[in-house]
């Protein structure tokens, strides 16, 4: 069983940045893809990026949504067993709770943009961009 805690939302103002950090317990990531997800009020849960599988030594594949393309990155740190959102220029249009999750794919793009069947959600961090 795997257990996913968010952390590293707050406020921010436009142009700040925020570094979210997804870390597992329970068990390793290395057999889970990682996305981040958020959901603003009112709105449908979106992906904003996620991360592939590390079979071997094979750099991991990612993906963004156009709207974050240039402003996150996202990276694993396996030796701590977490998944990093590095959040710059942050926009109030980013303002949303932000959720990490894993499945066991090695479909990363579609893990993000098909926002259903996760193994695994934690239970968000809330961003808020404003000034």
């Known amino acids: 069983q795997l257990q996913l805690v968010e952390s590293g939302g707050g406020l921010v103002q436009p142009g700040g940045s925020l570094r979210l950090s997804c870390v597992a317990s329970g068990s390793t990531l290395d057999y889970y893809a990682i996305g981040w997800f958020r959901q603003a009020p009112g709105k449908e849960r979106e992906g904003v990026s996620c991360?592939?599988?590390?079979?071997?030594?094979?750099?991991?594949?990612?993906y963004y949504v156009d709207s974050v393309k240039g402003r996150f990155t996202i990276s694993r740190d396996n030796a701590n067993n977490a998944v990093y959102l590095q959040m710059n220029s942050l926009k109030p249009e980013d303002t949303a709770v932000y959720y990490c999750a894993a499945k066991r794919t090695f479909l990363v793009q579609r893990m993000c943009v098909v926002v259903r069947d996760m193994d695994y959600w934690g239970e968000g961090t809330l961003v808020t961009v404003s000034s």
């Open positions: 991360i592939g599988r590390v079979p071997g030594r094979t750099e991991a594949s990612t």
